[in-house]
């Protein structure tokens, strides 16, 4: 009520006449109630974006315990992954020892082979060379 005499008083002493600066002093101080927010919205307000940012930060929490679990689930598949293919590559690696192993049996014996045959040329080469003078 203060604010609405002490600005009609204003008005009026800027000539404007005493009913008119009453009105007026009423619309301005009523509009300025309407639009501007009391202590009890803010409060409201901030209560309202403190449950929100609960809500949210709860949300949050379970997302990122949800990602978390994902997270594992893939790493123990792509250990499992990997465990299998270290098998895999161990026996393949066996069975490549294994087949360089034959490899080296078969050459072997055909360098055996090829040593008994130029053996026998060159016996066969002094057998049936003239001797020598």
């Not at 270290?86 to 040593?115: K, P, Q, T």
Request: proline fraction near 3%; avoid cysteine; charged fraction near 30%.
């Amino acid at each position: 009520m203060a604010d609405r005499l002490s600005l009609a008083n204003a008005l009026a002493e800027a000539r404007i006449d005493r009913p008119a600066a009453e009105r007026i002093a009423t619309e301005i101080i009523e509009a300025i109630h309407e639009n501007v927010a009391r202590k009890s919205d803010l409060d409201a307000t901030r209560n309202e974006l403190k449950a929100d940012i609960a809500a949210v930060r709860t949300e949050l929490k379970a997302d990122i315990a949800a990602v978390r679990a994902e997270l594992q689930a893939v790493r123990a598949e792509l250990k499992a992954d990997i465990a299998a293919l270290r098998a895999e590559l161990r026996s393949e690696v066996a069975a490549l020892r294994a087949e360089m192993a034959s490899l080296e049996n078969r050459l072997l014996i055909r360098l055996g082979g090829l040593m008994v045959i130029l053996f026998g040329l060159m016996f066969a080469a002094l057998r049936y060379l003239p001797p020598p003078h």
